[in-house]
């Protein structure tokens, strides 16, 4: 087999769609190889086209992504999170220190000075905008006296030989890389830490079991104007209906009065994403009087919690100035009852006493390019 | 025993419990104890006014327990989806002196309270000995008792088997005060066969718009006397026919409280049936009568509701076919023809707006110049046809912006006379344009000194397309210059082969510095 190129075979995949090959642990001594090593021109203008692309969709005139060695170190962290799930690291021959060892150097490698630079953080995002849906496709192999499992290989056609004397059965399943390695002990601080590195990352990607969706940890880059009307206008375009209910449990853990600026921050975020779609062109059919949530009680707390916004303090809820104009105000006004009985009245006061414990009076101004 | 479960805890003894993401221990399904029916109605009517009972009934099962010395309980027990809905249960059961329990299967332990923000947790299992045969074991403070179920008992037994209550001042024998409060805007009425022309009449006189359904009652025997009855819907109903009705025999007022069940006035259910609609057929219509104590169930296929007729049609008016005499014949002969000319004289009347001119051939130019100082919304208006004469432009909302040509005003519509002109004798519009031969597809023109001409509808085209000429349109590719819009991509692992020692040189360390 030919040897494979980190840049085509892995990089250029993971950022514009394909197959990344995953192979041994690169660490220090190769990530200083690939920072000084002239890679294949081709290979990097193919990842240039996909991340400018990615990049395109989210500024408008934002700066093309570069390959420098924020990317690299991300790309390289991403692979040996990657290889921590390779069949061989479970080999004999691996030691569960070394594979410690490797997710440390992982870990490290994430971990990227904080900024709040869109362009940087965009350029980071372009890199790992698949790493949430990135997946695996498993085989298992039965026959006639056993089983084989193959992780993110294909069969050896020997154990595929003779299928109907041998009752040969191949089942074939698609697993998700990021959740598996997000609910892995090793696995789990390197996620976290790409996520922390690529912020915007973990802000598009809102719905996952782990980890939870947090705002407090991301409150700097959602009070820059730009980047949180990139990051509503991302979940608009997703649907409430979809990332509701993350927002909802995300803003619920703020309101736990550990920070008041920040409770402040969630609240009106989800005020901003209420009125955001309140204001979208509307139908003429009659405005439901209930939204489905579909039994979903994180998405029955993202419409219970406008509508204590709304009733702990109107200012809360909306700017002045959507009061001041009639037509707004009706509209808000049924808007706010209609997510009050999709939660219920009892929810509803609960979630009014949380909001007004945390965050105290707010005006809807505190959100960064509200205007 | 009981143990207070603690923050983090992970193991449990109880079967089928995990603590939530608050941390309260919940089970798959909750359950709540009620000594009496009475408390068991008590807790669903609170339920359901607090949150609506459609989410939760799918999943709710009402059972009658009894312990081993044959006292009798019932138990509810619901899908547990959150501690915020086990929470709401066990409040409004401890208002009634009910006990919540947590559990899966078999087993429920006593769900959170203040001692225990987290919950509880058993010490040890009930012995087989002591559970052997029960259904249910529940482990409270005080006490560990297994129950076995007598019966099911369906939660839409609660619905149709309970009775209206009377409610305080709208009952049958208030006055007006009470009833005045009512909600008149759409009611119903259960009216008697034999009541049913009456009332209709008197509804019918009173112009309050009404339908009326004849319906008959589901489930009744073959053999025994067939009992329909008149529903009847009124629209804005007044409050003295509201008072009537409401001391009528034989006439029961109702108001809709679903799309397809109503309730007498004067009464309501004991559980808020808004909030369990999913217990009503659509293809049925439910009438829950407070002073009859029944509740009706009427079929409505097709989940229309009920076949409705408008109350007008309904009314007897009393036909007779001896009411007037036959119809006399009478013959008919066409008038004597009488001629009379008309024509066109100056009018003593104020001209009326212009709306048409006859623009000369000569003027021609004149007129293209005037196109481009008209607003484009007026030329819009604006048609033109040529002809023998010149260009004929007609504006329904007038051409005033074209001080050209000679102008017309319409004598009768599509039928246009020189301005400050009428005709002699002053014939209706409909004679005229009888006169003319109608004015189907065609627009008649009246010239003075001239014979009159028509043109084509068809002829004419808006004035603003007469006057432009063609332009040739060039055709352009599409732009790239914007990007192409990303296709959707996905990305998938595969692992190369490594080698025995796949860690063989690694070397971790600190990654290099960011510059």
Redesign the interface.
């Known amino acids: 087999?030919a040897k494979?190129s980190f840049i085509a075979d892995f990089v250029r995949?993971?950022v514009?769609?394909?197959?990344?090959?995953?192979?041994?642990?690169i660490?220090?001594?190769g990530?200083?190889k690939l920072?000084d090593a002239e890679h294949d021109r081709s290979a990097l203008a193919d990842v240039a086209v996909a991340r400018a692309?990615?990049a395109?969709?989210l500024l408008v005139d934002g700066a093309p992504p570069l390959f420098?060695?924020?990317a690299l170190?991300l790309a390289?962290a991403l692979h040996d999170l990657?290889?921590l799930f390779?069949?061989?690291?479970d080999?004999l021959?691996?030691r569960d220190a070394?594979?410690e060892?490797?997710a440390?150097?992982a870990a490290?490698?994430a971990r990227?000075?904080d900024t709040r630079d869109a362009d940087t953080l965009v350029a980071r995002h372009t890199m790992l905008h698949?790493f949430p849906?990135?997946?695996?496709?498993d085989v298992q192999v039965s026959f006639w006296v056993g089983k084989r499992e193959f992780?993110?290989?294909e069969p050896p056609k020997r154990l595929l030989a003779w299928p109907n004397l041998r009752r040969v059965r191949q089942e074939r399943r698609r697993v998700g890389?990021f959740a598996e390695a997000a609910s892995h002990p090793l696995g789990a601080p390197i996620v976290r830490a790409l996520y922390d590195g690529s912020p915007l990352t973990d802000l598009l990607h809102p719905v996952r079991l782990e980890p939870k969706l947090a705002l407090g940890p991301r409150a700097a880059i959602l009070r820059e104007p730009a980047l949180c009307r990139l990051v509503a206008y991302a979940w608009l375009a997703e649907g409430v209906e979809r990332v509701g209910g993350a927002l909802a449990?995300a803003v619920l853990a703020e309101l736990d009065g550990s920070s008041t600026e920040n409770a402040r921050l969630a609240c009106a975020l989800l005020a901003h994403l209420h009125l955001c779609q309140l204001l979208a062109p509307q139908t003429r059919e009659a405005r439901p009087t209930r939204f489905a949530a579909g039994?979903d009680?994180a998405l029955r707390d993202f419409y219970g919690l406008f509508a204590a916004l709304d009733k702990a303090s109107p200012d809360l809820a909306a700017p002045p100035d959507v009061r001041r104009d009639a037509r707004l105000a009706r509209r808000l006004a049924e808007h706010a009852a209609a997510c009050a009985a999709t939660s219920?009245?009892?929810?509803v006061a609960?979630l009014s006493v949380l909001v007004a414990r945390a965050g105290g009076p707010l005006a809807l101004s505190a959100l960064p390019g509200a205007g | 025993m009981l143990e207070h479960v603690a923050l983090h805890q992970t193991r449990f003894n109880t079967p089928g419990v995990a603590p939530d993401t608050r941390g309260v221990l919940l089970g798959k399904q909750g359950a709540v104890l009620f000594a009496s029916v009475d408390k068991l109605v008590g807790f669903f009517r609170i339920l359901s006014e607090e949150t609506p009972l459609d989410d939760l009934l799918p999943t709710v099962k009402i059972a009658q327990v009894k312990t081993p010395l044959q006292s009798r309980e019932f138990l509810v027990l619901f899908h547990a989806a959150s501690s915020y809905l086990c929470d709401r249960a066990a409040r409004i059961a401890r208002l009634l002196g009910g006990l919540t329990f947590t559990g899966s299967g078999k087993h429920f332990v006593k769900y959170r309270d203040e001692a225990s923000p987290l919950g509880y947790d058993v010490d040890q299992l009930a012995s087989d000995a002591s559970g052997a045969g029960a259904d249910f074991i529940v482990y409270a403070d005080a006490f560990t008792q297994p129950y076995t179920k007598v019966k099911d008992v369906s939660f839409s037994q609660l619905v149709f088997r309970l009775s209206p209550r009377p409610v305080p001042g709208e009952g049958p024998r208030s006055r007006a005060r009470g009833r005045a409060t009512i909600d008149r805007e759409l009611l119903w009425l259960v009216v008697q066969p034999g009541l049913g022309p009456s009332v209709l009449t008197y509804l019918w006189r009173n112009r309050v718009e009404a339908e009326a359904a004849l319906v008959r009652r589901e489930g009744e025997s073959s053999f025994g006397a067939q009992s329909s009855y008149l529903m009847v819907r009124v629209h804005r109903l007044p409050v003295r026919m509201l008072d009537l009705f409401g001391d009528l025999p034989g006439v029961e007022v109702h108001r809709p409280v679903g799309e397809n069940f109503v309730v007498e006035v004067g009464y309501r259910h004991p559980l808020r049936l808004e909030s369990c609609q999913s217990v009503f057929d659509k293809e049925r219509f439910y009438v829950f009568s407070g002073r009859r104590d029944t509740v009706d169930v009427i079929a409505a296929p097709g989940g229309a509701g009920l076949p409705l007729t408008s109350g007008e049609h309904l009314v007897a008016a009393n036909f007779d076919l001896e009411e007037r005499r036959p119809p006399v014949a009478a013959g008919s002969s066409a008038p004597e023809q009488v001629a009379v000319t008309l024509r066109l004289v100056p009018s003593p009347q104020p001209p009326r707006r212009v709306t048409a001119t006859l623009v000369a051939w000569t003027h021609l130019e004149w007129l293209k110049r005037l196109v481009f100082a008209v607003p484009p919304t007026v030329l819009t208006g604006y048609r033109v046809a040529t002809v023998d004469d010149g260009l004929l432009v007609v504006g329904a909302q007038g051409v005033d912006g074209l001080p050209l040509g000679e102008m017309f005003q319409e004598a009768a519509p599509s039928i246009y006379i020189p301005v400050g002109f009428e005709f002699l004798p002053r014939v209706s519009e409909a004679v005229l344009t009888d006169h003319v031969g109608g004015v189907q597809g065609r627009v008649i023109v009246f010239r003075r000194g001239a014979e009159p001409f028509a043109v084509e509808e068809s002829a004419f085209e808006p004035l603003g397309r007469r006057m432009l000429g063609r332009l040739e349109i060039e055709s352009r590719p599409r732009s790239t210059r914007a990007g192409e819009p990303r296709p959707p991509v996905e990305a998938m692992v595969a692992n190369d082969p490594v080698g025995p020692l796949p860690l063989w040189g690694f070397r971790g360390g600190d990654p290099p510095e960011v510059a």
């Open positions: 087999m494979r995949p993971l514009g769609g394909g197959t990344a090959h995953v192979g041994a642990p660490g220090r001594a990530l200083d920072r692309a990615v395109g969709e420098d060695l924020e170190r390289v990657l290889f390779h069949p061989r690291a080999a021959s691996v070394r594979l060892e490797v440390r150097f490290a490698c990227l000075p698949l849906s990135l997946g695996r496709t992780h993110g290989e890389c449990t039994g009680p219920g009245a009892q929810r609960e």
